[in-house]
C-alpha cells in the first residue's frame, strides 16, 4: 500500500492550498480515506473522510465551511481543498486509509508520508 500525500506549502492567511492523496495497493476491503494533521507538540487529529462510494462527508468542526474532501475514483487520489486558511492550521497533514466509516485515528490502518503545511499571519 502507498499513500502519496503532496500539495504543502507555505501560504498567507486568508490563502488557499489543495492537498492531494495519491493511494494504490489498498486493499479491497478499504471504505474511507480521511485526512488528519498533527501541529507541532501536539497530537494528530482528524480533519475531513470520504468513502470511495457513496456521498457521506465528514469534516471537523475547527474546518467546516473552509475545507473540502473529494475524491477521482478513477485516479484513485483524494483530495483536500483548504481555503481562507488560518495561523492554526499549520500543521503536517496526512491522508490515510480504513476499512470502516469513521473519525477515529486507531481506525486507519495505512498512512501516507504527510506534507507540510505553514500558514503565515
Known amino acids: 500500500v502507498q499513500l502519496q500525500a503532496s500539495g504543502g506549502g507555505l501560504v498567507q492567511a486568508g490563502g488557499s492550498l489543495r492537498l492531494s492523496c495519491s493511494a494504490s495497493?489498498?486493499?479491497?476491503?478499504?471504505?474511507?480515506m480521511g485526512w488528519f494533521r498533527q501541529a507541532p507538540g501536539l497530537g494528530r487529529e482528524f480533519v475531513a473522510a470520504?468513502?470511495?462510494?457513496?456521498?457521506?462527508?465528514n469534516y471537523a468542526d475547527s474546518v467546516k465551511g473552509r475545507f473540502t474532501i473529494s475524491r477521482d475514483n478513477a485516479k484513485n487520489t483524494v483530495y483536500l481543498q483548504m481555503n481562507s486558511l488560518k495561523p492554526e492550521d499549520t500543521a503536517i497533514y496526512y491522508c490515510?486509509?480504513?476499512?470502516?466509516?469513521?473519525?477515529?485515528?486507531?481506525?486507519?490502518?495505512?498512512w501516507g508520508q504527510g506534507t507540510q503545511v505553514t500558514v503565515s499571519s
Open positions: 490515510a486509509s480504513s476499512g470502516y466509516w469513521t473519525t477515529m485515528i486507531h481506525e486507519y490502518d495505512f
Open positions: 495497493g489498498l486493499p479491497r476491503s478499504t471504505y474511507s
Open positions: 470520504i468513502p470511495w462510494s457513496g456521498s457521506n462527508i
